[in-house]
């Protein structure tokens, strides 16, 4: 199988960082915010993200704004931004059981390299893309269906992970498989995202279950998500890792 992974707030915890530079450099020039400013930028690619600062009022040249976003941003993905919980021995799990991993990110690779070397993950992937490689945004289904082409396969065989409604949405009508990944900041659109996707990831972790499940073809009893209560903790290898947790 090929899974795919989005960046930003699927893999490591850094929406906050750019959220805040945004809406900062928007008050700066006292710009009015829209409501749905999160769920918009975030499958944009930096050049795009850009032109829609611009177009809400930034009085800045595309070239001002990436230079300036660049400077602050390097730094905290360089030394700074963390995984989030369960990334790295998810990403390790999936990779020894011989599944094709990549990454597709709005991020440029001048963030996206360094925070992803750091922590050791950069080399699990086959290969890590900026949206901005392709010319265009996560909202585009052909940026899918380049994707699995580069890797070779088409997209029902590719399992799209990500946090963001917009580029699931989008995944999907592309013809991949998609998969959730929680962060507070898709919190309101948590009821779309569920009745979209197969598996809604509260912990990164909680995507092995579901492959468990794929490769019993669903004859297994369902997975348990969060502490495990009442429930099983499946692994990659087909075994039961815990068995009769609670009742």
């Known amino acids: 199988m090929v899974y795919i992974f989005d960046m930003d707030g699927t893999l490591i915890d850094s929406m906050d960082y750019w959220i805040d530079y945004m809406r900062d450099l928007l008050i700066r020039y006292n710009c009015t915010i829209p409501e749905n400013f999160v769920l918009t930028v975030t499958p944009m690619g930096s050049v795009r993200c ?10 800045q040249s595309t070239e001002q704004i990436l230079r300036e976003m660049n400077e602050y941003l390097f730094k ?14 998810t990403i390790r799990t999936l990779k020894e059981a011989g599944h094709t ?5 709005a991020s440029p690779h001048s963030t996206m390299d360094p ?7 950069y080399d699990l992937f086959e290969r890590v893309w900026s949206a901005d490689e392709f010319g265009m945004q996560k909202s585009n289904p052909e940026i899918y269906r380049q994707v ?30 998609v998969f959730a990944a929680y962060d507070p900041y898709s ?3 948590r009821a779309e995202i569920e009745a979209l996707v197969e598996c809604y990831a509260v912990k990164m972790e909680e995507i092995l279950q579901q492959e468990y499940i794929d490769k019993w073809d669903g ?5 348990m998500t969060g502490n495990g209560e009442n ?5 990659l290898d087909g075994m039961l890792e815990n068995e009769a947790i609670g009742e």
């Open 148 to 177: 699995a082409a580069e890797l070779n396969t088409r997209p029902e065989d590719c399992i799209f992970v990500d946090d963001n409604y917009t580029a699931l949405k989008t995944a999907k009508e592309a013809g991949m498989r």
């Open 219 to 223: 004859a297994m009893p369902k997975v």
């Open 101 to 105: 991993l990549a990454v597709l990110t």
């Open 50 to 59: 850009c032109e829609y600062l611009q177009e809400l009022g930034v009085k």
């Open 187 to 189: 919190e309101g659109y």
């Open 115 to 121: 925070c992803l070397k750091r922590l050791g993950l």
């Open 76 to 89: 905290v993905y360089s030394e700074t931004i963390p995984a989030k919980e369960t990334v790295p021995e």
């Open 231 to 235: 429930g099983l903790m499946i692994g």
